[in-house]
């Protein structure tokens, strides 16, 4: 089945702590995204890649990285420095860049600061 | 103003009602709009783009208006299972990229 994985589906993660969310599609979409989820809130873009070897920065990067070595693999790595403290991560794809297609989610991830 | 805008709700309706929800965006030159589905703790899905000519789908239809910049989803004979939030996403802000707004919350009673 194609889809979008994401893991861990919890992860808590203590002040000053560094930690990896993992997304991964097998759609063949050539770009992904990351957003964060805020209790009640709508989604808010991190960051975005629409090719191999390259990503951009969304509206709320601060506190995140990002890597796209592979076209499958999109990892978002949260900082010491994002202190926000509970939120829903989101990973999307979409099959052509630009913010013209659908794109479709992963599962998400909930990370609790601790 | 917001790039997105929605009606919180919550709208609470009894089954077998038509309810229907308007969305309004701030940039003139957009031009991808899409209606997504939320369930509590779930990621988003797709319910379906909105054409210019208008859409339906079964017992939903969604209509966009680029003169007053607003689109619109109607849903007929609402079910218990129509019960979600619903997300309206057009591609509005600096990087053009989809912008979700904050999203209607619809409960359906039996």
């Known amino acids: 089945d194609g889809g979008i994985t994401q893991s861990p589906k919890y992860l808590f993660r203590k002040e000053g702590q560094n930690v990896t969310l993992s997304c991964e599609q097998n759609l063949n979409h050539d770009a992904m995204y990351w957003y964060r989820q805020d209790p009640g809130q709508g989604l808010r873009l991190i960051y975005y890649s629409q090719i191999v070897n390259d990503f951009q920065k969304g509206d709320i990067a601060e506190g995140y990285s990002v890597s796209r070595e592979k076209k499958e693999s999109f990892p978002l790595t949260v900082t010491s420095a994002q202190n926000k403290p509970t939120a829903f991560y989101l990973c999307a794809s979409s099959i052509g860049a630009g913010g013209y297609n659908e794109q479709f989610f992963g599962p998400g991830t909930r990370l609790t600061v601790l | 103003r917001k790039e997105v805008e929605q009606d919180p709700g919550p709208f609470n309706v009894p089954e077998g009602a038509t309810v229907a929800f308007n969305c309004t965006y701030s940039n003139s030159a957009s031009q991808s709009f899409f209606w997504y589905r939320q369930d509590c703790r779930k990621e988003p899905k797709l319910l379906m783009s909105?054409?210019?000519s208008g859409n339906e789908d079964g017992r939903f239809t969604a209509q966009l208006n680029r003169a007053s910049q607003y689109i619109s989803l109607l849903i007929r004979d609402s079910k218990l299972s129509d019960s979600a939030t619903y997300l309206c996403?057009?591609?509005?802000?600096?990087?053009?990229?989809?912008?979700f707004g904050s999203g209607t919350q619809l409960t359906v009673l039996p």
């Open positions: 996403v057009v591609n509005a802000g600096s990087a053009r990229q989809l912008t």
């Open positions: 909105v054409y210019s």
